[in-house]
């Protein structure tokens, strides 16, 4: 029952912050003449209502759960992993350039290239956890760095190494290690298994293994930790690492499954999104990834509640940075020492009366 209880308040903020957002969101539909309640219900319809519109936003957020759960994890141990798109970036370029000099192909070819994106993004997030555990440098402002870093790789790839005749684009990888689709004529492929499979993974590692307990300890209090005999540098390392493998992988899956080819704008704002999505979802792998599944449908189905009711798309965004804002405000308010007075005088009264 106490568990229950603990679960029930720590989803209550995340639901009061999307009940706020929509509220303020339909007096903005309403301000602009449209019913906000026809509005809503296109939006939902756009993302749900036919076979083509649930695979395009099960396709939208696989990449999303990715970094979700890349934010999730290093947060988890303490550390601010904010390089989540710049390792996606890198997990796409070394599966393209797997698939591009090895030739492979088949399930082979597939394994190889998602391994491959694995690794790039494990290596480049273990650079800002290096430095910050040998160094003492900050890891958000490496991290944040290594974004541009990894965008501008790729631009060079795409716009002189490997380019694709006179177009600012690389060939795309061979038919033969596409990610092939879970149901005929729905565009979400396999990627999103993989990143369900990830998210379970986290959830019980963090959670109901011992090496969890000991990472999310050092997250708690690193200080305590240390003097518990705990490798805090070792875990804190071992975050980054990991944390960059699952937005490589993800980066891997998206080119695999979706682009197929290095292009600009590929995977651009994924990594700050995820970051988002991770705070929403109270750092929990399950709840991240269905928070990564709602801006999902916010974002597939703005289009068709734009073309039904006239409402621009910019009013679903409006709505999902009006959740973040919310989430955000209401997970500090909660950690407020006069906020815990308040919750223990009430609910202290509430239990004295009914004994």
Known sequence: MEKLKKAFGACLVPL???LLAFLIGGIIMAALGADPFVAVKFLFQGAFGTKAGIGTTLTKATPLMFTALCACFAYKCGVFNLGGEGQFLMGSMAAFLTCYFTGLTGFAGIVLALLAGALAGGIWGMIPGVLK????????????????????LMGVIYTSWIRDASVPQTPAIDEAVHLPRIVSGMRFTWGLVIAIAVGLILYYVLFWTNAGFRLRAVGYNMTASRFNGIPVGRYMLASFIVSGAIAGLGGSAELLGTQFRLINGFGAGYGFDGVAMALIGQLHPIATMLVALFFA?????????QAATGVPTSVSDIIQALVI???????????????????????????????
């Open 16 to 18: 009061l912050s999307i």
């Open 133 to 152: 555990i040998t160094r003492g440098q900050n890891e958000m402002i490496i991290s944040i760095m290594l974004n541009y870093v990894a965008t501008l």
């Open 297 to 305: 449908v916010l974002r597939v189905g703005s289009t068709t509640m």
């Open 325 to 355: 804002v919310f989430s955000v405000a209401g997970m500090a308010l909660t950690k407020l020492p006069e906020f815990e007075a308040w919750k223990n005088r009430v609910f202290g009264k509430r239990k004295e009366g009914a004994a």
